[in-house]
């Protein structure tokens, strides 16, 4: 019995830190997620492959790509032994492809190919067609030029999303969901799709990484260079889409075919004061404010 309440207690121990480390680590407080984490780490029972592959994003977060990066490589290589040990191949392969990110980006090339070969083994046998073809892409880029810091993070970001969208008629990447979007641009970009007559579509929240998002890649959902929320139609990104009028965005979603609500978006344009009582249900004032700003914009 006292053995039983002491893992439970262990748990508890390692859970807080943990918790705190990867809410840091999503507000972009990468010093305060580091010490939270590790923290986490020397707790009982705190060695998991969650709270390593964190610690890597962290540490690589901080360092920015630049001097002081390859502190998080330890921490890919011992979330791949947790993953290897438990015989979760799965987490394994995701691990994998985050690790060989990494090295890729440090000009580690052969060993990186050695992470990603095995992350796309890995995928194939499980018979994630994502995984493997984002994979595949990484291994196009390993052993060429280096390309800059932004050029690596907007066409690698551009490979996952594409194999992510593939064969789907829409798919939006944004932080938080539309029923609960986590900044103001996602906010706008809700408000834009309902105007629209868009009730629903395939989110992915690249705030929670997981089935959606690869493990270890959630580095490059925080970048500078890369501007979210991003809408794709039939595994294409849509360009400009928050500028464009809710008739022209309704015509795209239409033809992508996305389910629309039967309403006349040329009313909302024209009377953007009282189209927004439409979808602004449930929303805090200052939110039904943002609409009526962005309707009239």
Not at 17 to 44: Q, V
Not at 92 to 114: C, H, P
Not at 169 to 197: C, K, Y
Request: glycine letters at 8%; hydrophobic letters at 45%.
């Amino acid at each position: 019995k006292r053995f039983f309440v002491r893992r439970v207690d262990d748990s508890f121990m390692m859970e807080e830190p943990l918790e705190k480390g990867r809410n840091c680590l999503r507000a972009g407080d990468h010093a305060a997620a580091i010490l939270h984490l590790e923290e986490a780490l020397r707790s009982p029972c705190g060695d998991s492959v969650d709270v390593r592959l964190l610690l890597a994003e962290a540490l690589w977060q901080q360092a920015q790509g630049g001097p002081g990066s390859e502190k998080a490589l330890p921490h890919y290589e011992a979330a791949l032994s947790l993953a290897q040990s438990v015989g979760d191949s799965s987490k394994e392969g995701m691990v994998s492809i985050g690790y060989g990110f990494a090295l890729m980006q440090l000009g580690q090339a052969d060993a990186a190919r050695k992470q990603l070969m095995k992350a796309r083994a890995l995928a194939e046998n499980e018979g994630n067609r994502q995984l493997v073809a984002f994979a595949d892409h990484l291994l196009l880029q390993v052993g060429a030029l280096a390309p800059t810091s932004e050029e690596a993070v907007r066409e690698t970001w551009a490979s996952f999303a594409h194999s992510a969208t593939a064969g789907k008629p829409a798919v939006i990447f944004m932080r938080g969901t539309l029923a609960t979007p986590a900044d103001r641009s996602s906010l706008e970009a809700a408000t834009r799709l309902m105007a629209a007559g868009c009730r629903h579509l395939e989110v992915v929240d690249v705030c929670a990484p997981g089935a959606n998002v690869p493990d270890g890649l959630s580095n490059l959902s925080n970048s500078a260079h890369l501007t979210l929320p991003q809408l794709y139609l039939s595994g294409t990104a849509l360009e400009g889409w928050l500028d464009l009028p809710a008739s022209e965005l309704r015509e795209a979603l239409f033809s992508a075919g996305v389910s629309l609500d039967d309403k006349s978006t040329e009313a909302e344009e024209t009377q953007p004061c009282h189209g927004t009582a439409a979808f602004s249900a449930g929303l805090q004032p200052w939110e039904v404010a943002l609409v009526e700003l962005i309707s009239q914009s």
